[in-house]
């Protein structure tokens, strides 16, 4: 419509204006037919022009509001579907809450049938409950009846925080029902009574339950308390000496580092031989030798300085504020204390080596001081090691003599006859040195001998046989761990050797075990049967001596056999050396 009024407009304008123009300027009709002409194409071809435009804007503005049609149209089916999901989203909320409002109107219903089910709950939880206004009066109180806390609600109920509590417990209790009104966070914190002369621990956490009001649970945690603080003590000590353990022992080195303190005295204590005696006597025994040491330690140093176990052999004491000469003097203390314990407990004496450096210097860290006081350690255990071995040897010796009432005297007898033997054999010097060590040393295994199976007054069964007859092998570790004794560790290994090889433990005949295993066994044997027990009386020689013909050729070797009985037709002097 718009189109064609313009057109109208537009040629009725040409046709009116163009004609009359013409007919002004010009006079010639071939002229003005011609211009007339060239006029109507004109006119065709800027009305086309125009109407072209015309058309095609207004088949633009169709599309454009066709596409905007369609994306208002694609928005509002988004919408409808936005619209349809979150109504059914309103509806299941609607239906979730319609099931939660039912389910607290059966709770509430629940609740008001049973009023009494609260304290039912509360006599078997460990918790008392309190409810207190904003002033801190308090308005309700919970607890078992049988609850070892339990007080009449008369004592807090109508009465206010500071007038039931101590003024402290009682300023944090308020300070935290503040704070959880404040925040409308829930509160919790510790706090400590002491009831009937007995420190109690409490833990308290409270919640705003009303406008104007504060509901709280307390709880005794006193056992939890307790095992915490046994906890942190058995992570920071040693469960068998009841020293401070190397985890505690480091921490106070890292904290010495941080306060610069100086001078420190560090001193390193390792045990010797503590993996002989525990293979020898077992680790019963230097478990307790390992206490007795702790003990010795704890004495010398415990109000001084920090003592810890930090390992297996290993002590260490960390000195505050004591120079080269102070540490040298109270290691000295500890030697003499030490000395002092090996004189009253011979059968099992304490051998240690030390080691101590001093920091002096705020810029040298404790971990060079203590590899300091490692090395000296280390340099001081290799010039007695010796020394050492021989001294806890002949612990072991007096221990196992403390031990087994056969032992005792038994070694001197047996090194007599094994001599007057050596002497009738004519044999050589060696061989009679190795007899004396022999006779003195050959049962040094029992030492890891069970007492029980040691001492037993009656037959041993088939497993404690078993056990009895492991000493050999004990003494031949013992002996090799000893170098004045390594010589005749083979001897004390196969001195229980019978002559037709059923003895033990390699089971060896005749001629393979050694000459001084075959003299010993008789003298051994020979002792044992004239000596009195406490559960038999010694045999005369005669019947001992029929004995030992009897077992000639079996147990013993013959020909030595009969060199001892002739032996023994000549008097021996027991307390001869």
């Known amino acids: 419509m718009r189109i064609a009024i313009i057109y109208i407009i537009f040629g009725c304008m040409w046709i009116l204006f163009s004609d009359k123009t013409m007919g002004i300027f010009i006079d010639d009709k071939e002229t003005i037919m011609i211009l007339s002409m060239l006029k109507g194409w004109v006119y065709v071809i800027v009305t086309g022009i125009i109407i072209y435009a015309l058309v095609s804007n207004a088949l633009s503005n169709k599309n454009n509001a066709k596409k905007r049609l369609d994306e208002s149209y694609r928005e509002l089916s988004k919408t409808h579907e936005k619209l349809k999901y979150a109504y059914e989203k309103i509806a299941v909320y609607n239906d979730e809450l319609d099931r939660q409002l039912n389910e607290s109107r059966k709770i509430e219903a629940k609740l008001k049938k049973s009023e009494g089910r609260l304290?039912?709950?509360?006599?078997?939880?460990?918790?008392?409950?309190?409810?207190?206004?904003?002033e801190g009066v308090f308005l309700d109180y919970i607890a078992a009846e049988s609850d070892k806390l339990y007080a009449s609600p008369e004592v807090f109920i109508g009465k206010n925080i500071k007038d039931v509590l101590p003024p402290e417990v009682a300023a944090t209790t308020t300070h935290h029902i503040e704070k959880g009104r404040?925040?409308?966070?829930?509160?919790s914190y510790e706090y400590r009574l002491d009831i009937n002369g007995e420190e109690t621990h409490f833990e308290a956490r409270m919640f705003v339950s009303g406008e104007d009001e504060t509901t709280f649970l307390i709880r005794d945690i006193t056992f939890k308390k307790k095992m915490e603080l046994k906890l942190k003590y058995n992570s920071q000590h040693d469960n068998l000496t009841g020293l401070s353990n190397r985890t505690y022992f480091e921490e106070e080195i890292e904290s010495i580092d941080r306060s610069c303190c100086i001078p420190v005295g560090l001193m390193i204590c390792d045990v010797d031989g503590l993996k002989f005696i525990n293979d020898t006597m077992g680790h019963p025994t230097g478990d307790r030798l390992l206490v007795e040491l702790g003990n010795i330690l704890k004495s010398t140093f415990e109000h001084i300085g920090f003592i810890a176990r930090i390992g297996g052999d290993e002590f260490a004491?960390?000195?505050?504020?004591?120079?080269?000469?102070?540490?040298?003097e109270y290691r000295k203390e500890l030697t003499e204390r030490i000395?002092?314990?090996?004189?009253?407990?011979?059968n099992l004496i304490i051998s240690m080596s030390t080691g101590f450096a001093v920091r002096a210097d705020e810029t040298r860290s404790m971990n060079d001081v203590y590899r300091?006081?490692?090395?000296?350690?280390?340099?001081?255990?290799?010039?007695?090691?010796q020394s050492a071995r021989n001294s806890i040897v002949q612990g072991l010796m007096k221990t196992l003599e403390a031990r087994d009432f056969a032992t005792e005297n038994h070694a001197q007898r047996l090194k007599q006859y094994v001599l007057a033997m050596a002497k009738k054999l004519n044999l050589p010097e060696e061989t009679v040195n190795n007899l004396k060590l022999l006779a003195q040393f050959h049962d040094i295994g029992k030492v890891g001998i069970p007492d029980r199976i040691l001492l037993k007054p009656g037959p041993l069964t088939p497993d404690e046989r078993k056990d009895m007859q492991a000493h050999s092998e004990i003494g031949h570790r013992i002996a090799l761990s000893v170098p004045d004794l390594a010589h005749v560790a083979d001897l004390i290994l196969k001195h229980h050797e019978w002559w037709?090889?059923?003895?033990?433990?390699?089971?060896l005949k005749q001629e393979e075990i050694p000459l001084e295993c075959r003299i010993l066994a008789i003298a051994d044997a020979y002792d044992a049967m004239i000596s009195n027990r406490p559960y038999r009386k010694g045999m005369d020689m005669e019947k001992a001596t029929e004995e030992l013909v009897k077992n000639a050729g079996t147990q013993f070797d013959p020909g030595l056999v009969e060199v001892f009985i002739e032996m023994l037709k000549t008097p021996i002097d027991m307390d001869e050396n």
């Open 119 to 134: 304290k039912a709950f509360f006599d078997v939880i460990p918790d008392l409950m309190f409810r207190v206004n904003g």
């Open 182 to 187: 404040s925040t409308r966070e829930i509160q």
């Open 317 to 328: 004491a960390i000195l505050p504020r004591c120079n080269e000469d102070m540490v040298k």
């Open 339 to 346: 000395t002092q314990y090996n004189r009253e407990n011979d």
């Open 372 to 385: 300091e006081a490692d090395n000296n350690m280390y340099r001081e255990k290799l010039n007695h090691r």
């Open 500 to 507: 037709n090889g059923k003895g033990y433990p390699l089971g």
